[in-house]
């Protein structure tokens, strides 16, 4: 998919009704080493959403960068 420029990053996966922003604090240090995970319980969710597409993408704030931002590429989650 196409992306739009964003503080010096590509943003993929649009924000806006219907999306979520989660904060997390990365562990590591250095370029390239820093990682978090997030989890979601599912577990209350009916059969209703077998095939329901999530899409999702990392944003990274690094002060020391001229506080731009890192980001992931987009990834795909399709709930069965």
Do not use: E
């Not at 209350?44 to 931002?69: E, K, M």
């Amino acid at each position: 998919p196409a992306g739009i420029a964003f503080q010096g990053s590509t943003l993929y996966v649009p924000y806006g009704p219907g999306s979520r922003l989660d904060r997390a604090i990365l562990q590591g240090s250095g370029p390239g080493n820093g990682f978090a995970s997030i989890h979601y319980d599912l577990s209350h969710l009916s059969g209703a959403v077998i095939g329901t597409r999530l899409y999702f993408q990392w944003l990274v704030y690094d002060p020391t960068s001229q506080g731009r931002l890192a980001a992931s590429k987009p990834a795909l989650a399709l709930l069965f």
